[in-house]
């Protein structure tokens, strides 16, 4: 099965940058992060096809966060710049190995692969 492996979380003063990547061990067709704050319910931030490239992101990271892959690394990476404090969660690489018809890429339930998180806190 698949392996995912996260890097690069921290804390950062608002208006810093991070970039996470998530190593994969095996085949992926989607590879998405989400994140998800205390309390909260977990979000999805970005979506990348690892074949076309084609990204899709949440409304809340758009223009400042840039999904991208490295297919011969079979890694993923989110490049977060201008960071707010309510980007503070945890941060989970998510994957799967076929598209889904009919489910967002949204829903943390089409994903059958995870990581196990990585921090990210950003201060005022």
């Known amino acids: 099965q698949v392996q995912l492996v996260e890097s690069g979380g921290g804390s950062v003063q608002a208006g810093g940058s991070l970039r996470l990547s998530c190593a994969a061990s095996?085949?992926?067709?989607?590879m998405a992060w989400f994140r998800q704050a205390p309390g909260k319910e977990r979000e999805g931030v970005a979506r990348i096809y690892t074949g076309s490239g084609n990204t899709v992101y949440a409304d809340s990271v758009k223009g400042r966060f840039t999904i991208s892959r490295d297919n011969a690394k079979n890694t993923v990476y989110v490049q977060m710049n201008s960071l707010k404090p309510e980007d503070t969660a945890m941060y989970y690489c998510a994957a799967d190995q076929r598209g889904y018809a009919g489910v967002s890429w949204s829903t943390p339930a089409r994903y059958n692969y995870w990581g196990q998180g990585i921090q990210v806190t950003v201060s005022s």
């Open positions: 095996g085949y992926t067709y989607t």
